[in-house]
Structure formats: C-alpha cells, structure tokens
C-alpha cells in the first residue's frame, strides 16, 4: 500500500501499534494469534487503512496461518482500538508478516560464517 506519510498519520500509526500489541496480549485468546509481536503500522494518509506488520514466535512457516487469524478478528481488533484511540473512525486492517527479523538474522549468521571461513584459510 504505498501512500505519503503525513505527521498525523504516522502518530496514529504509532498509537495503533502501541494499543494493538496491548489488546493482542491482554484480550485475544485465539492460540495462533498469541504469539505475535506487532513490528510496526503504517496508515495512510487518509487514515482509512493501516497495514500492520507483525513477526510471529513459530516463525515464517506459521506466517500464513497466522495472517488468517488476525484478519478473522481483524473486526474485534478495530473495535477493541476504537474503544482506545480518539479518532472519528479506526482504519481497515490488513496484515503482513515482516520476515526482516529473521532475515537479518540469516544476514548475519552468513557473515560470521564467512568470516569463520576466512579466518581458517589465513596462514599462521
């Protein structure tokens, strides 16, 4: 969803992430929603639609399962953070898993391996 960024939405934003996390760990029950870790939101400049990235503990194998769940609640979750945020009307969710976690992990594991590498081909 690429949209311009304006200091208000990037509040919202801000807000949404802060107040999802909370209702993710404090209200839902659902088992596959329970490990997620919400990384970051960006809303558009309208504010009718947020995209919500999110890491999930069981990893990317788990990530589709995971984005099902929270678009099946996606409802209860706007309603959950209308209760919460001072806005006229709380933006459409939409999920997306954010591998760049996991990828930088990857990242630096294959540094330190080649570093190792190189540090076993150096004469002594």
Known sequence: MPHRT???SRKVADEIQRDLAEILRSEVKDPRVGMVTVTSVDVAAD????KVWFTHLAGKAHAAEAVAALTRIAGFLRSALARRLSLYSVPELAFAY???IESGMRLSKLIDEAVASDRDREPE
Do not use: E, F, M
Request: proline fraction near 10%; charge should be neutral.
């Open 47 to 50: 504010l009718k639609h947020a």
């Open 6 to 8: 304006t200091p208000r």
């Open 98 to 100: 954010d591998d760049s």
